[in-house]
Nanobody, 126 residues
Framework: QVQLVEAGGGLVQAGGSLRLSCATSGRTFGTLRMGWFRQAPGKERQFVGTINWSGSSIYYADSVKGRFTISRDNAKNTAYLQMNSLKPEDTAVYYC???????????????????WGQGTQVTVSS
């Protein structure tokens, strides 16, 4: 089993920044592919981006490309989501997720992921 705990959410004005973290335990972090999703009220969970085990391969949804950055620190068993130039439409609960394998082609599907955190609320005011 893998446990994921997100932190760093909060309220920020449009144009501001936040950094989310995802601390993991229960399995060697370096074997995990990590992902971020978000879910706004009344909407389906939406893909944000992913990072492979080494950090050499990172993918983003078009809606966040150029504004969000995903990274990881394998020594700290933690993944990060740096969010800049935030917009009100970025308001959502953000979830960290993990799995041990699989191609990047399936990253965007929630069913592709094995483990999920509890989520952290991000609210962007206009």
């Amino acid at each position: 089993q893998v446990q994921l705990v997100e932190a760093g959410g909060g309220l920020v004005q449009a144009g501001g920044s936040l950094r989310l973290s995802c601390a993991t335990s229960g399995r060697t972090f370096g074997t995990l592919r990590m992902g971020w999703f978000r879910q706004a009220p009344g909407k389906e969970r939406q893909f944000v981006g992913t990072i492979n085990w080494s950090g050499s391969s990172i993918y983003y949804a078009d809606s966040v490309k150029g504004r969000f950055t995903i990274s990881r620190d394998n020594a700290k068993n933690t993944a990060y989501l740096q969010m800049n130039s935030l917009k009100p439409e970025d308001t959502a609960v953000y979830y960290c997720t993990a799995r041990t394998g699989g191609s990047s082609r399936i990253d965007a599907y929630t069913r592709s992921w094995d483990y999920w955190g509890q989520g952290t609320q991000v609210t962007v005011s206009s």
